[in-house]
Structure formats: C-alpha cells, structure tokens
C-alpha cells in the first residue's frame, strides 16, 4: 500500500529526485500528446502488463507511470508541482494523507465508473468526488518466524509487547514524517494510547532499540530479515509493513508451504484506504478519466491483491486463494477519524520527529 507526503525537507529533496518507469514501453517524462495519458504514483504501484495492454487496446490510450517514492513523497511532490502536474492521475494518496491533496486542491472531481461497487466506509470524499476510492489494507507489525524460532521466543503480538526487553533493537519502521505507513503506525499508537499518552509510547519504543528508516521498501527490502527480496541480508526480525505482506514471501514457490515465513502481529494494525485522483490541470483530462474508471474495473481490480498485496476496493471482485490463504485477517483494526488526522496529522509529525529522529 503498495504505499505511502510529508512536508519536509527530507521529503521535498527526496521528492525532487523523482523516478521515472514507463508501465508499459518509453521513459517518464509528462504526456506528449492527447494518446497518452500519466499515472503519477507511489513506488509500489504495480500491474500486470497484459491488464495494462487490454486497456491501451480498448481505450486507445498509451499508459505511462512516473514514480516518485514513498507515497509520502510522491504526494508532496504532487503539491509542489500542482501548477504544472507532472501527469493526469494519481495513485495512492490515502487516508492518512488525504486532507493534505484536498487542501491543496489537487483534484477534479470526477465520479469513475463503478463506484457503486464500492463499499460507502470507503467512500471517504463521496459527496464531492475529488478521489476515488481503489483499495485498501492493514499496516501492521511483520515479522520473521525463523528467528523467532531460532531464539526460542515468541512474536509479540501488541504495541505493548514491542516494549518488552526481550524485542529491544528488533524493529525497523518507516519514518512518520516520510512514509504512509510510517505515519500510519504513529497514527495506530495515538489510537491505542490516546492523544496525550502515545508521546510517552514513543520514547519507550525509542529506549527500547527501534530503528527509523525513510520509506518502505528500505524498511522491508533491506533491513527485514524475512524479505526473499532482500535475500536475509537485513538483520531486524520486526517490521512495520501490511498484514497481506505474507503472501509476497509465499508467490511461485513450489510445492506451497503450509505457512508463510513471515507473520503479523494483529494487534498492531492501522487501516488505510487508498484513493486515486484527476489532477486539477491535467494534460490529459480525457484519458486521465478513462484511466480512473479502468483502476476501479473489475479486471484491474482483481489484479490488484497478487500485485499490490492490498484488498480491492470493489465489493464484488474476487480475491486470489494465495492471497486469503496466507495473508492476516485483521478484525478490529486502530482506526481514526479523518477530521481528527486533519486536524492533528502536521502537530503529531512534529512531536514524532522530536521525539524519536533527535
């Protein structure tokens, strides 16, 4: 969630250094004529080529996609460059972020196609349709069953646990002020210890040896001991990821093992829902809709659990067996309001970077 726009200078540098990834032929770079049309997203997006070749056949549209990071980053970058946008859509700004896009009005609103499908809890700007809802997960606690079997300790299972002394210096997260699901995690401490205590959270996580990354394919790729992509080189058995994150480690080995390697503490679980949006000035106003109401189609939305490892937003798309096999189910996840992210998300990254970053 994939992932996941934090105004800070880190962030902004970090953000000017965009990537550029064309899904499907050319290099990035802004659309250069009314066939193309530019997806601006987060560095986990990612689709199957044949999806993306049925719509370019059937719409006539050449998709190109511009990486820019972190959601946090590329969501920051989305603002910088508001007057003059980088492409036509963009991908993955979600829950925790969200005012921040609206309040910058980076958006047209556009109804997509399909949005009845889509449940109304998710339907976060359903009066306005500035963004649309395309799917959504847990960030959650993972972490690595053989060293936990090796050592002969159990995994913890709460933010309380994390605390224990037998998990100092185990966990890696993403950096709040950077990273969606670093700011997702700060958020499900303040939902579980509440506004005036989660401070007091933090330090003892800080006491107690975690270690703070800027994004999260740092976090999981490399300094996770259980990712197959970082091939065992990161030494941090816990880290903050999602709870369909399980499935990654089992896709295409053969014959399937009865668990996945990695596991999910549930009890450390924040939801986020992802949305997409017509960026306000679009080159490509057009083909950016098309391009909407193809990321809410049936076709795009059941490719999107063994892509992106996130649930699809539509109701009605079906989901992979790999993936509601080995993925968690998380029943009660932390959650908040979105007028209470807003109203304390830019208060709460301050207070976290003080906190922890010095």
């Not at 100092?168 to 997702?184: C, F, I, Q, R």
């Not at 080189?233 to 816990?238: A, C, R, S, V």
């Not at 992979?320 to 080995?326: C, G």
């Not at 109203?343 to 922890?356: A, C, G, H, T, Y």
Request: proline content about 6%.
């Amino acid at each position: 969630m994939s992932t996941t726009s934090r105004i800070t200078a880190t962030a902004v540098a970090a953000a000017v250094g965009m990537t550029a990834l064309a899904a499907c032929g050319g290099t990035g770079g802004e659309s250069t004529d009314a066939r193309t049309v530019t997806l601006v997203s987060h560095d986990s997006f990612n689709a199957s080529r044949s999806v993306l070749a049925a719509f370019e056949k059937e719409s006539g549209y050449k998709v190109k996609v511009l990486k820019g990071g972190d959601a946090g980053k590329a969501v920051n970058q989305a603002i910088l460059t508001k007057d003059n946008p980088q492409g036509d859509v963009l991908f993955g700004i979600d829950n925790t972020l969200l005012s921040r896009g609206l309040d910058a009005g980076l958006f047209t609103p556009y109804k997509a196609k399909g949005l009845d499908d889509v449940p109304e809890a998710l339907r976060l700007d359903q009066d306005r349709h500035r963004v649309t809802p395309l799917d959504y997960g847990d960030t959650c606690v993972n972490y690595d069953r053989a060293y936990f079997t090796r050592h002969h300790l159990a995994p913890p299972k709460t933010f309380d646990d994390l605390l224990k002394p037998q998990y100092k210096g185990l966990l890696v997260t993403e950096n709040a002020a950077t990273s969606s699901p670093g700011l997702a995690f700060q958020l499900a401490t303040v939902a579980a210890y509440g506004k005036d205590h989660w401070p007091d959270y933090w330090k003892k996580l800080k006491a107690n040896g975690v270690e703070v990354v800027d994004g999260w394919e740092q976090a999981y790729n490399e300094r996770f001991s259980g990712s197959a992509a970082g091939r065992g080189k990161g030494d941090k058995p816990l880290v903050v990821s999602y709870a369909s994150s399980p499935p990654v480690e089992v896709l295409g080995k053969k014959p399937a093992p009865e668990e996945a390697p990695t596991g999910v503490a549930t009890g450390t679980c924040f939801r986020q829902i992802e949305f997409g949006g017509l960026l306000r000035g679009a080159k490509n106003e057009k083909g950016g809709k098309a391009l909407l109401d193809f990321l809410l189609s049936r076709r795009f939305q059941e490719d999107v659990p063994l892509q992106m490892f996130v649930n699809p937003a539509r109701r009605d798309a079906k989901l992979p067996e790999l993936f509601t096999r080995y993925g968690a189910t998380v029943d009660k996840p932390m959650t908040l309001a979105p007028e209470t992210i807003t109203k304390n998300r830019e208060r709460w990254i301050k207070q976290w970077s003080s906190l922890v970053l010095k």
